[in-house]
């Protein structure tokens, strides 16, 4: 049994490792990683491998960036004879980053089966590139593994068969339940006591200048109350430049290893992103988090979880802030299955598949 994986961007790292230590439990399977090169900063993709302890990929494409076509076509021309000459039994994609779709294509026209990992979750908001990726990618996909229920009632809605979907809970957690203690260990000298952590980097954010400028102005008030430390993704770091924004109020600092930002979460009284892993990392520790967002791909972090959606509302960002400083801050729970055990159950499903 021969099993390939494709990750390309930051958020691809701690989905596929625990994925991948699971199989090795699996007598008899032969296990490819194929790094798309879709980000290829140290500190957005190198750090992870040897945090996440998985081994080096056996295969860089190189991709680097571009414009979404362009990207998303290279990954898939690079990609295509290496998959031919491999021959994987099967391909794991995993979430909704450009290197996932251009993956998931590329199989599906060779008729290779290809598994989604993290399938189903929908925003309902088509200007977003990652709802167009996780559209196709579900549409093509032969096994199709979701982290919570509303995965499964999106899919069927969308006509896929029930029998192509497993809910198996969310393999994102796996990694977090996992280096949770070395996270516990981490030092926060130099930190502030209390602080807002903050990290932002959706198109639809950060690439106008009005809407990157009305945030920061916002986190520069926030800053007046309640430190904000802000770990800036490469793009930002570009926008807040090329728009001659001055936001050397706030803590800026470069993109932060996994462990260290999961401590940094972990200690943050709260939480304000725009990001899709984060609404579910905080959710699970319990930590409030105000997503800067109008919508959600993954809605149970707000039915269950700690998340508030405040949109581009920054007069409700504001009053929601102030509820969590008086220690009115929702209390969550966590879903069911976010138990770090989802790749363990990824593994039994795809023992069953290939022996029938
Ligand atoms: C991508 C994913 C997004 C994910 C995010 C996490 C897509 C469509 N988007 O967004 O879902 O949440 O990664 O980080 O796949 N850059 C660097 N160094 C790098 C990588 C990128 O400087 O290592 C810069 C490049 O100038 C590039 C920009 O960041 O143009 C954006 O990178 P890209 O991979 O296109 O998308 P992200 O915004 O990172």
Redesign the pocket.
């Given at each position: 049994m021969h099993i390939l994986h494709v990750v390309g961007?930051?958020?691809n790292f701690m989905k596929a490792a625990p994925v991948m230590r699971a199989l090795e439990e699996w007598p008899a399977t032969r296990q490819t990683l194929v790094h798309t090169g879709?980000?290829?900063?140290k500190n957005?993709?190198d750090v992870f491998f040897s945090e996440l302890s998985m081994p080096e990929p056996d295969v860089n494409l190189e991709v680097g960036?571009g414009s979404?076509a362009w990207?998303t076509a290279e990954v898939m021309t690079r990609f295509e004879p290496l998959v031919l000459e491999r021959k994987p039994d099967v391909v794991l994609v995993y979430g909704?980053?450009?290197?996932t779709v251009a993956a998931a294509l590329v199989c599906s026209k060779l008729l290779i089966r290809v598994a989604h990992i993290e399938a189903g979750l929908r925003s309902f908001d088509r200007t977003m590139?990652?709802e167009i990726?996780r559209i196709v990618t579900d549409g093509i996909a032969d096994l199709l593994f979701t982290p919570s229920e509303d995965g499964d009632v999106n899919l069927q809605r969308e006509g896929i068969p029930p029998e192509k979907i497993y809910r198996v809970g969310n393999v994102m957690i796996d990694s977090l339940v996992q280096l949770l203690p070395a996270a516990m260990r981490c030092s926060t000298n130099g930190l502030p006591e209390r602080y807002a952590l903050v990290t932002l980097?959706r198109p639809s954010n950060v690439d106008d200048s009005a809407s990157l400028r009305s945030i920061l102005q916002a986190l520069l008030e926030v800053n007046e109350q309640l430190e904000v430390v802000f770990p800036v993704?490469?793009?930002t770091r570009?926008r807040i430049e090329q728009f001659g924004i001055n936001a050397k109020m706030l803590r800026l600092l470069e993109p932060v290893p996994y462990i260290e930002f999961l401590s940094l979460q972990r200690h943050a009284a709260v939480v304000i992103t725009d990001?899709?892993g984060i609404q579910e990392e905080t959710t699970y520790l319990g930590v409030p988090c105000l997503t800067l967002r109008g919508n959600t791909e993954r809605p149970v972090t707000v039915t269950l979880g700690t998340n508030v959606l405040v949109g581009q509302d920054l007069v409700l960002l504001n009053s929601e802030l102030a509820r969590i400083l008086e220690g009115r801050a929702r209390k969550g729970s966590i879903p069911p299955l976010w138990d770090g055990h989802a790749s363990e159950r990824i593994v039994k499903v795809l023992q069953g598949y290939f022996a029938s």
């Open positions: 961007a930051r958020p879709q980000h290829y900063d957005l993709s960036s979404h990207q909704d980053v450009n290197s590139p990652e990726n980097h993704h490469p793009r570009q990001s899709g």
